[in-house]
């Protein structure tokens, strides 16, 4: 099986096993080498520098033989002879004598223990010769000087003073010549002891050497090898990580390639199937991001608990509808109504979500949406909703020209327009429907509300109406004028309506008139001095034409000329009553 499809676990092992069998390999020829050189080692310092020192010794022991036979020869002549000293220095003499064979007969041993021993390289002809000279010197020394000194011995007891004399310089040439024979064969076997230094010398060389060489052989296939295998590991796994930063970044469109059959080869093919399933969820995802806002999938996805017991928040609700659409749509075709609402759901769906807003549903021609938490923060959630009103009603011009054009004809047959209502409150929000079938949706007042307000903008010619709660989240961060006060239906509680004019200092100078006058007109209408309200409401007017909400005021005051309010009329203006 190739080693890519072992487990992890095996690659491991194997990497370690490989590495401790190398290991062993160099441990196993560095004591090889070592004891060939200890070997050598030993054979020099036991054998090689004994020999040689037992053939210096036996120059110094001929030296002390020739000292001894004088000190015999001296205590001879003495007259009269001490026989007990005689004695004593004649076996000092026999003693020297005895040690120079002893001497001779350790090192001719230690160099026959060297030509024995196959372990070791050695020059065993040379040793060999050196040995038999060794005999040969030590067997004419003993020959030659045993004839003279029993010769010697003879002449100094015969007081023959002149031929012992001549017999002891004939002992003294005998032992130089010996002593030279030695100091050759010393020589010789010294050349021996530094051949064995060169060798051990050498042979430590080479054994430091080859243990380099194979210690870094074996580092290099040991790299080699683990090389090999972790790249077959790190690979796969540098690929793993490309592919989950992909994922993170939110692309699935990007496999891994499985190289291997180990874990990780499986961990790459889980990771495949993953962004499979991940394709295929973000392809769901897309597709019924069409039907339901994406912000509220993906916190359904994040936070399925919320979607099934339910919340009460503080959450700005918006109802936009196109006015003049059951008109226009009446000499229509089924196939053109649908082009142009899709386009204008389009249009408008746009600056809801690009203020951030969740789209709820589409109802007929009306759009329903939300701002709130978990979304957005609290006290953004009105000012997104005004911006997002306000950027919805600047695409209304650019729509009027391009619904036509859509259609293929030279004009639409009514002018659509958009009423727009905002109102904040406390809603529940969870998902609500049958077994069958549900929809995260949002419930409550505040809904009730904003649809009413988005109604009443037909009452005062207006675009974008807002609850009073609204308009205390916006404060000053968008421009805003006070209308009316108003109970609709459903309320019996009048409270504050208020129209969104446009974002904070947007406002030319003739809407800064309308709006002060509108105010002061406002004022004296619910004092009930309708004269001076009516003077207020004009000035409105002058300052811009047309201006919807004052020209409703001046219709209800002229309705009250006719028909004056009751006597505890507080100023507001019930839909409900006409």
Known sequence: MPIFNQSIRRKIVGIALGLI?????????SMVMSSQVGTLLDELTNRYIPAYGDLARANIRSLERAVALRRLVMMKMQSPTDEEAYAAR????????????????????????IIDDPRTPSDNAALARIETRIETAVTELRRDQNEDHAKLLKQIDAQQMAE??????????????????????????????????????????????????????????????????????TRPVRLLLAGTREVEAGRFDKAIAVSTQDEIGELAAAFNRMIEQLRHNERIR??????IDPKVVQGLIDRP?????GQRRVMTIMFCDMSGFTSMSEGMTPRGLVKVMNHYFTVMSAPIRNNRGVIDKYIGDAIMSYWGPPFIEEDEQAVLAGCAAIDM?????????QLPDLLGIRAMPALCDLRIGIATGEVLTGSIGSELMMSFTVMGDAVNLASRLEAVNKTYGTRILISQATAD????????????????????APQPVFEVM??????????????QHYAEGLAAYRARRFDDARTAFNAALESVPGDGPARAMLARIAQFEASPPPADWDGAWRMDSK
């Open 21 to 29: 069998i190398l290991m062993v390999v160099t441990a196993i020829l």
């Open 90 to 113: 004649l076996r000092e003499f026999e003693d020297a004598d005895r040690k120079i064979e002893q001497e001779a007969e350790s090192a001719r041993k230690n160099i026959n223990a």
């Open 164 to 233: 012992a004399r001549s017999t002891l310089e004939h002992i003294d040439a005998l032992r130089d010549q010996f002593n030279q024979k030695i100091d050759a064969i010393r020589g010789d076997m010294l050349k021996q002891v530094f051949a064995s230094t060169s060798q051990v010398t050498r042979h430590q060389r080479q054994a430091i050497i080859i243990s380099g060489i194979v210690t870094l052989l074996a580092a290099v296939v040991g790299f080699a090898f683990a090389l090999l295998v972790s790249s077959g590991i």
């Open 286 to 291: 897309e597709t019924f991001g069409r039907y």
């Open 305 to 309: 608990e919320v979607a099934i017991d």
């Open 393 to 401: 009603a600047e695409q209304v011009p650019a729509l009027q020209k």
């Open 473 to 492: 989240a916006i404060g000053s961060r968008l421009e805003l004028r006070e209308i009316d006060r108003l109970a609709v239906v459903g309320q019996s």
């Open 502 to 515: 446009g974002k904070t200092g947007a406002l030319a100078a003739p809407q800064e008139s309308l709006r």
